[in-house]
């Protein structure tokens, strides 16, 4: 399949895809953290570039997660960026609908564009790291679904991870401040890029 992996720098996911036989490429308006197959462009351009299959996208969700309520809900200084990023993420959504042969994935952590995705179609589900081999507690990311199952879980660690010290199995959500901070925690992890590639990829 030819497969789009939108705004994702890192390679994890395009690699897993990659792996598997697939012509995928990764996007974002930076360089492939690891070279590659990558358009350095705008998602949306990109979305026009070739005939996808399949869209894998990662918007920016610093404004729209329920996270920064604080700072960018309703009332708060900064809402325009979250209604920005609102309005901006449903463009992407519709247009890969519109661009894709087989579905659409849209990832982000628990965030306000689920409930608006719904209303256009979108099948939301929360999946943890720990449902796919990772012994990481509070890394909840959610996926909105078009034309697509739900992702199952592939190597379920709870009970291993909640024997391990909190320090251990926070380590994302208790992270240092620092230059690749948000880019760190934003990073896809393996097993839900290998859960993604083998499940989606098979379709």
Not at 154 to 165: A, H, L, W
Request: net charge positive; with cysteine.
């Amino acid at each position: 399949m030819k497969i789009l992996v939108g705004c994702e720098e890192s390679g994890k996911v395009r690699d897993a895809f990659l792996r598997r036989g697939h012509d995928a490429w990764s996007n974002d308006l930076i360089p492939a953290r690891n070279g590659g197959p990558h358009y350095q462009m705008d998602v949306m351009a990109a979305l026009w570039e070739q005939d996808w299959d399949l869209a894998i996208l990662h918007p920016d969700c610093t404004a729209m997660a329920v996270s920064g309520n604080r700072y960018y809900a309703k009332g708060k200084a900064d809402y325009w960026q979250r209604e920005d990023a609102m309005a901006w993420t449903l463009r992407l959504w519709m247009l890969a609908r519109h661009r894709t042969k087989v579905g659409v994935v849209l990832e982000n952590p628990a965030s306000v564009i689920f409930p608006v995705l719904e209303l256009y179609g979108a099948r939301v589900q929360y999946t943890h790291p720990w449902q796919h081999g990772h012994m990481e507690q509070k890394k909840k990311t959610g996926l909105a679904l078009d034309r697509l199952p739900l992702l199952k879980e592939t190597n379920n660690v709870y009970d291993e991870m909640m024997k391990r010290p909190s320090k251990e199995r926070e380590r994302i959500w208790k992270m240092s401040p620092g230059p690749n901070r948000k880019r760190d925690r934003s990073e896809t992890f393996g097993g839900i890029a290998e859960a993604l590639a083998d499940q989606y990829g098979a379709l």
